[in-house]
């Protein structure tokens, strides 16, 4: 087991150790007041109970804190890059302007978790629980996290573009501004999450749930969104233009000036013409057939009607006019010879 001495060598600084932390480390058990400083790159700390520990301005770049107790503990300006700690309970910590970047976060604990300035870029947080916390503006891009449940979150602004959410939850988040572009969403949960202003272009979403969203004014372009749905959810203002919603369920969906521009809603399901009649399309919009589309540019309305294909009619060049038949010269006027008789 690694000794206190070698601990403390390692660490370069140790800001505050209470008395009890002068037992060998081998215990385990580490006092609630201990706080870190320095550096302790690569450093072995699994299972350890570091609860309400203080991380300030600390670097554990690759260290291993393996289902460690790290409740409560509070992480300031501190890098734990690439580090191991996954299935360590951080639950009620505390982190500001943190670096969690490539850290392996599989199956840990971070409810209620209040996180600013925070950074998980390129990390795995595979099942990872992060409900109930705060992390606005957080940094997620390229993020492992599939399955992670993320229920009534604040992440407003958050960042998640080119992140792996397949089958996570994020039911009842508050995710206004976020950007989840290019994101892996098949199969993700937003019920009920608030998300307006957020992006989803070019997302895959296919299969997501989106029933009773808030997605007033969000970007979905170019997203795959097949078979996902969009019951009761807010989507006034929001654009859909040239993305794909091949069996997605619009059923009481508000499709207030909703730009549907280019968008293929042939298959979709739920859609009726009360909703169409309040999007705003073109002539490249596929509308179910029978229904009509309306255009909403430079304030003219337009009807766009799709239709049964009808056999088309071939144009036959008319015929020449017939030339007025010459008028009949008009026969002289006879003449009479009166023969004279004799006059008796």
Known sequence: ?????????????????????????????????TKFGGSCQKCELSGRKLSNAQFLGANFQEAALVG????????????????????????????????????????????????????????????????????AGGNFSRA?????????MEMQGGMFQDANLVKADLSDSEAQAANFSRARLTGARFRSAELQHASFARAQASGADFQDSELTAANLSG????KASFRSAE????????????????RDADLRRASIEGVDLSHA??????????????????????????????????????????????????????????????????????AAGDND
Do not use: W
């Open 144 to 152: 492992e996290m599939p399955s992670a449940t993320l229920r009534s």
């Open 68 to 135: 460690t107790d790290l409740r409560g503990a509070r992480f300031q300006g501190s890098n734990f890059s690439r580090a191991d700690l996954s299935r360590a309970d951080l639950s009620d910590a505390n982190m500001v302007g943190a670096n969690f970047s490539g850290a392996n976060l599989s199956h840990a604990r971070l409810r209620s978790v209040e996180m600013q300035g925070i950074v998980f870029a390129g990390a795995n947080l595979t099942r990872a629980d992060l409900s109930d916390g705060e992390a």
């Open 1 to 33: 087991m690694v000794s206190l001495t070698r601990l403390a060598l390692g660490l370069a600084a140790v800001v505050a150790l209470a008395p009890s932390a002068a037992l060998a480390f081998g215990d385990k058990e580490v006092s609630r007041s």
């Open 269 to 338: 399901r739920g859609l009726t013409q009360d909703q169409l009649d309040e999007a705003c399309g073109d002539s490249r919009t596929r509308a179910p057939v029978g229904m009509v589309v309306r255009a909403c540019s430079h304030g003219v309305r337009l009807i766009m009607r799709r239709e049964r294909a009808v056999p088309a009619i071939k144009a036959v060049p008319a015929m020449p006019a017939v030339p007025p038949v010459p008028a009949v010269p008009a026969l002289p006027a006879p003449r009479y010879l009166v």
């Open 223 to 226: 997203g795959h969104f097949d």
């Open 235 to 250: 989507l006034n203002y929001a654009n859909l233009s040239g993305g794909s919603f091949v069996g997605a369920d619009f």
